[in-house]
C-alpha cells in the first residue's frame, strides 16, 4: 500500500515537502511542494529542467519529472514543517536510465531475479570546518594522533549529540559516534539495511549533517581529502547477501575461512576483478585520488587502500572482511554518489557470483609497511582519468549499470577532468618557470 503523502502531511503537520533527487555528480536536487499540491505531485512528480543539473540533456530536451516515492518520506526531525522525500526521475512516462536512483532500483531487481539481497552499512565520515572552509573549525584540536579524542568530540557534542539523537528519533539504530582520524574529522554510525534504504539513508545524512553544522555556525565536507597530510573522508561500505526474505545471511559460513561462504567468496571476486574500473564511481572526483595513493599522513596512516587486495580483519588493505558474514570496502571516499555507490557493489558482486569469479589469494600483512612485497596485485587508478578509463574498458560493468548511465557518466566526468586540466596552477608555474 503506497502511502498518501497528502494524509501524511495532515498527520505530521507538514507544510512542505522537499521532492528530492540526486544528479549523476551526487548533487540533491529539490522542489519544495506546499502540502496543499503534493496530491497530484505524487502521481505526476515535480518538474525540473534536466539539463540545469548534472545529467547528458540538452535544454531542448522535455521535462524531467521527479516522482516521490512515498516510503522514502523523512519528516525533517530539525524543521517539522518539511519533510523530505526521495523521487525517481521520469521524462514522457519513462524512467530516465541515467538518474542514479533509477541505476540501483533495477540492479536491486537483477539481484533479486537471482534470489539474492544485498544488506549495507555505510561509515561516510566528515569534518567540521569553517564556515568559509579554510581551516577546521576548533582551533584545539591539534593532536598528532586524535582519533577517538574524548576532549575534542565533547568540544563538538552540541552537533554531534543533535544529528545521533534525530537517527535515534527516526529509528535508524544509531550506534556509535566518535572523533576520527583527522583533526576536526568525525564519524557515526548507524545499522545496516536494505541498499535501496541505506542509499536514501546516506543521502538524507549528508543533507542532515551539512544542515545542522550550519546551525550551529559551521560547514560539514565529505570531500574525500579537504587538507593535506590529514587523512582523508572515507565512506566504506559493509556488505552482506541475503535470501530474498532477508532471514538468512548467504555470507556466513563459520566453517570457511573468516567466515566467508564460497557465494560471499564470488561476490567478493567481482568486486576484486572490478576494482579499478569501480573506482571511477566509488573515488569520482579529482580530489579523490588525493585520499587512495597518498603518502603517510600526521597521524602515521593514511587509511585508505591504494591496491587491489583483500585479507581478514586488517584495516591496510582494499578489502577487509572483519567477522564472519559480510566484507568491508574500503575503497569509496566521501564524495561517492550514495545511490551509484550501491549499485556498482552489486553489479560487480553480481557479476562475480554469476562467473563464479575468484578473489585471489589474500595477503596477511600490514600493506602499508609491507605493499612493495606483493608485486601481482594491480594498482588503484592514480588519478580520475584513469579510472575513467578503466570503467571505459570494462564493458560487462557498463552493460551491468546500462549503456545510457555509463556513456553519460562518462562523457561528464571527462568533461570535469578536462576542466582540471584547464587550470593553471601555482605549482606548475613554480616548477616550470626556469626550465
Ligand atoms: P568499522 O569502522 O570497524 O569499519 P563501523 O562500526 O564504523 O565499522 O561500521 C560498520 C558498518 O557495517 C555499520 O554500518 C554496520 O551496520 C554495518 N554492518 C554490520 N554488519 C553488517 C552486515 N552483516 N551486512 C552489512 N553491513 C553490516
Ligand atoms: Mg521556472
Ligand atoms: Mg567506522
Ligand atoms: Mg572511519
Ligand atoms: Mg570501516
Known sequence: MTLDLSKFAAEKGVKYFMISYTDL??????????????ADMQKDGAGFAGFATWFDLTPAHPDLFAVPDASSVIQLPWKKDVAWVAADCMMEDQPVEQAPRVVLKKLIAEAASEGLRVKTGVEPEFFLISPDGAKISDEYDTAEKPCYDQQAVMRRYDVIAEICDYMLELGWKPYQNDHEDANGQFEMNWEYDDALQTADKHSFFKFMVKSVAEKHGLRATFMPKPFKGLTGN?????????????????????EMPFGLSAKGKTFLGGIMKHASALAAVTNPTVNSYKRINAPRTVSGATWAPNTVTWTGNNRTHMVRVPGPGRFELRLPDGAVNPYLLQAIIIAAGLSGVRSKADPGPHYDIDMYREGHTVTDAPKLPLNLLD????????????????MEFSNAYLKLKQGEWNSYCAQFTAWEHQTTLDV
Open 25 to 38: 555528480f551526487g548533487g540533491q536536487r529539490a522542489k519544495l511542494v506546499p502540502a496543499e499540491a503534493i
Open 234 to 254: 572515507g565512506c566504506h561500505a559493509h556488505i552482506s547477501v541475503w535470501d530474498l526474505d532477508g532471514k538468512v545471511n548467504a555470507f556466513a559460513d563459520r
Open 387 to 402: 579510472a575513467l578509463r578503466e570503467y571505459e574498458k570494462d564493458a560487462e560493468l557498463q552493460q551491468a549499470l546500462g
